[in-house]
């Protein structure tokens, strides 16, 4: 059983750059795997990165559409995942879902809304 919810949403200018956080209350946040994705109106929602619960080698994985400009990291030592956006474009418009998954159970958070617009 586990809580996450997403903070750091907003406006920004075209090529501006936000910081997503997804805090997790539980115990086991790092046997958890995490990932984040987006859903833009009218559009199906999209992976956008993962990152495994192996904190020694954690892999990441990233939608071809962000890859380069988004990077996703963990710190377990504060629950928490985060998503670097930079070079932000008007097509990352979109609600940001933060996931949380472990041994076949998973969790989303309430979304925040990211909206890239001059």
């Known amino acids: 059983q586990v809580q996450v919810v997403e903070s750091g949403g907003g406006l920004v200018r075209p090529g501006g750059s936000l910081r997503l956080s997804c805090a997790a209350s539980?115990?086991?946040?790092?046997?958890?795997?995490m990932s984040w994705h987006r859903q833009a109106p009218g559009k199906e929602r999209e992976l956008v990165a993962s990152?495994?619960?192996?904190?020694?080698?954690?892999?990441?994985n990233y939608a071809d559409s962000i890859k380069g400009r988004f990077t996703i990291s963990r710190d377990n030592t504060k629950n928490t995942v985060y998503l670097q956006m930079n070079s932000l474009k008007p097509d990352d418009t979109a609600v940001y879902y933060c996931?949380?998954?472990?041994?076949?159970?998973?969790?989303w958070g309430q979304g925040t809304q990211v909206t890239v617009s001059s």
């Open positions: 990152i495994t619960s192996a904190s020694a080698s954690s892999s990441t």
């Open positions: 539980t115990f086991s946040f790092s046997s958890y795997d």
């Open positions: 996931k949380a998954a472990r041994r076949g159970y998973y969790s």
